[in-house]
C-alpha cells in the first residue's frame, strides 16, 4: 500500500509538471493574429504620416475652401401684358431655345385695340389726302384770280382813259354829260371788278395758308396715331411669351385659363450657357489672391473630375457687409468671427452640362509664386 501510495503521488507530480512546462511554452509563443495586426498598424502609421506630409506640401501651394457652389442667372420670365392664359407649351424643367414659344394669351381684345388704331391712322391718313387735295385746288383757283385781275385790270385801264377822252370832249361840247357820267358809271364797275379780283386772289392765299396749317396739324395728330398703332402691335405681340434665350426652364406654376396681370412672374429660366463658381474664402486667405489666377474644382457630384478656372473677381466687401441685415458691432456684444469674401471663379473647361445652379464644389487656389 505505501508503495502504490507513493507512486500514485509520483505520478500525479509528473503530469502536473508536465502541464506547468506546456502552459509556460504556449504563454511565451507569438500568435499569428499578433503579428498581422502590428504590420497593419505601422503601414497605418506609414500612409498618415506620408498623407500629413503631402497635405503639409498641398497647403503649402495651394489656398482650398468647400464653401463654394456653382452659379448661373437664374431669371424670371413676366408678362408685359395681362389677360388670360390660352395655352402653356413648356413643361417642368425642360430645355428651351431663343424664341421658342413658352406661353400665349387670349389676344383677342388686343386684337380688336389694334384694328382700332390703324383705322384711326387710316382716317387721319384720309384727311390728309382730303386738305392737301384743297391745296391743289385752292392754288388752281389762285391762277384762274390772276387771269380775272389781268382782264379786269385791262378793262380798268381802258374805263380810265375813256373818262379822260370823254371829259374832253364835253369841254369841247362834242359830248353830253349823260354820256359821261355811263362812261363813269362803266369806270367805276370796272375798278369795283378788278378790286374783287385782286381781293379773290388774296382770299385763295389765305386759304392755302389755313389748310397748309391744318396740315401740319393733323400730321402731328397722325405721328401721335401711328405711336398709338405701334402701341397696339406692341401689346398684341406681348400676348405670345417666348423664351429670351436658350436655358431650363423651372418649376411650372400657371395652367390654362389662369388670369395674369402684367409684370406678373410666371416662371424661372436657367441660363445654362453661362455658369461660374462663388468661393467664399475666409478673409485670411485672400491676401495675395489676383485676377486670373489658377483655379483647380471639384464637384461634389462627379467627384471623379478635376474643372479648371480662373478668378475673375474678388468682391469689395465681405458677404455678411452685402446681407439684408449687416450685423452692428457698436452694441458691445462683440465676438469676433472670422469673415468670408465672396470670389468669383470662371470655368475654363469644356463639358460643364452636368454641372448644375447650386451645387456644392470644392475650390483650390494655386497660391502666388514668389
Known sequence: MPSQFTTVCFMRRVNYNLITMKTTQSSGATHPGNIFITIVAIIAVIGGVFYFFNYLMYSKHNIETNDAQVESYINPISARTGGYIQKVYFDEYQVVQTGDTLVTLDNRENEAKLMEAQAAVDDANAQLVYLQAGIKASQTATSVNKDQISGAQARFVQQQLDIKRYQNLVKEEAATGADLEQVQAKHDVAQSDYNAARNGLQTSLSRIDELKTRIAILKADLKKKEAGLAIA???????????????????????????????QPLVNIVNESSKWVTANFKETQVDGMYIGQPVQISVDATSNRVYRGR????????????SLLPPDNSTGNFVKIIQRVPVKISLDTAGTKDIIAGMNVLVAVERKKS
Open 233 to 263: 402691335r406692341l401689346n398684341l405681340s406681348y400676348t405670345v411669351i417666348r423664351a429670351p434665350y436658350s436655358g431650363r426652364m423651372g418649376k411650372k406654376n400657371i395652367l390654362e385659363g389662369q388670369q395674369i396681370q402684367a409684370g
Open 311 to 322: 478668378i475673375t473677381a474678388i468682391a469689395g466687401s465681405t458677404g455678411a457687409k452685402a
